[in-house]
């Protein structure tokens, strides 16, 4: 069981005590960052130190990066591929070190051939994922026209350029090796993220071998899952924090405390029991991934472009405005917890002002500029979709009109200072021909709006839609940021 030692302080420091020699590479992580550092190996580590049943006992993983990050797992690599979370909120600080990574892997570093072997590893079960949304290549769940140069390169055998070609040309070799199938694990903010990836994974295989992808439809299992976890980008506060622990900035990540994992129980090839660690196995993750990706995710959208425009540079200031909290309040209650559907006993209220509390957290400096980041890839799902849902029941939506209009103000690179704001999105490129062919007014929204990767076709031809973006985007330009919150803050309430 773990050992827990007290560092004085409100810090607690945890150490696991499991039999670390017994593990074996039965996880594969691909896009081992910031998140899964602080998510999915905490849960594998507080499952292994519970040192329960012994078909929990050997459950190591490797850690994956396909481009950057050599220099990260080479720092991983100098620890013995241990590391430290440090959860952190306004109250204490949790101290654990992480043991359950037992190797790494980049194709930079020790080749390609070497990551792929890897899939034809007989104990190998699980390959997880967390590479964001822009890393399944896909729109609408199926393969983006846009990346058919990904499927020709996919045409020779040793050249998957992305994570997806990397897991089909990984399963082509387990195939051939006359291995069982296993379990791809996507643990990505995404809508039905097992099914994109089932999707994308089919396809990419499919433009290689027919047969191929008939043994992976037959073999292989994709589960949907829900991950809610705080992780910002590692910044001088956060390597303050590890500094004020005794960790060393390359050793450690900093996070919130709370956690939540909702899985699909699908698993091909078996798996932990992480409900040790806290984990839910439900049949279906779909509701609690609509309340994650529309409550918390579509806040943390609204808040962090209009923040930036505003001047926050951090998710807590923006809850130390009063309008910026009001408003997140009436978005989280007013039009996005009527378009949800979830099991009964669920308390969306309850849930919104927990959301808040975890927002706050001044111990977490989560920046609006990370979390603005591919915000094209994130819109649909966050904002969108609830949008669709009010059209079709004609209720009022002001503040998911004002999210979207945040957006498009984002998009023209300037805060209300007049500095320059950093537009990191896949879509950068196209995004800066519209705000340099059009001004500042209504014709600009509407080329946004037809950016079919974005918006789909139907409803940017959706009359109510681009009238009512149209206008709180006018409102936005011409009152400022906060004069729209105070409007909102005083308009009447929407119907119960």
Known sequence: MQKLEKTGGDTDRTLPTYERAALRERILHIGFGAFARAFLTTILDETLDANGEPENRDWGMVAVRLNSGVEDLDALERE?????????????????????????????????????????????????????????????????????????????????????????????????????????????????????????????????????????????????????????????????????????????????????????????????????????????????????????????????????????????????????????RGLMLEEQAPTLSLPDGHDLAAYAEALLARFSNSRLKHRTAQ????????????????????????????????????????????DEAGVALALNDPLSGRIAEIVAGNDDGPGYVRAILALDAVVPADLAANADFVSLVEAAYLELRREGVRATLARLADAPRSPA
């Open 80 to 328: 013995d591929c241990r590391h430290w979370v440090l959860a952190a909120d306004d109250e204490r600080t949790d101290v654990r070190r992480i043991d359950a990574v037992v190797a790494t892997c980049h194709p930079l570093r020790d080749g390609l051939a070497a990551l792929l072997g890897r899939f034809a590893r007989p104990e190998l079960a699980i390959v997880s994922l967390t590479i964001t949304e822009k890393g399944y290549c896909t729109r609408d769940g199926r393969l983006d026209p846009e990346n058919a140069g990904i499927l020709r390169d996919l045409a020779t055998p040793l050249a998957p350029a992305t994570a997806i070609g990397v897991i089909v040309e990984g399963l082509r070799l387990r195939r051939a090796a006359g291995l069982a199938g296993l379990t791809v694990l996507s643990c990505d903010n995404l809508p039905e993220n097992g099914h994109v990836c089932r999707a994308a994974v089919l396809d990419f295989a499919r433009a290689r071998d027919e047969g191929l992808a008939s043994w992976i439809e037959a073999n292989v299992s994709f589960p949907c899952t829900m991950v809610d976890r705080i992780v910002p980008a590692l910044d001088t506060d956060g390597r303050d924090m590890l500094a004020r622990a005794g960790i060393a900035a390359d050793a450690g990540i900093v996070c919130e405390p709370f956690r939540q994992w909702v899985v699909e129980d699908d698993f091909a090839a078996g798996r932990p029991d992480f409900s040790i660690a806290g984990a839910r196995f439900v049949d279906d993750v779909r509701p609690f991934e609509e309340m994650k990706l529309r409550m918390l995710n579509g806040s943390h959208t609204f808040l962090a472009c209009l923040g930036q425009i505003a001047g926050h540079a951090t998710i807590a200031e923006c809850m130390d405005d009063p309008l910026f909290r009001a408003a997140a």
């Open 371 to 414: 979390i603005a980041t591919d915000t094209s890839q994130k819109l649909p799902q966050r904002l969108l979709a609830p949008i669709r849902r009010h059209l079709a029941a004609g209720t009022p939506w002001p503040r998911l009109a004002l999210g979207v209009a945040g957006w498009l103000a984002f998009c023209r690179g300037k």
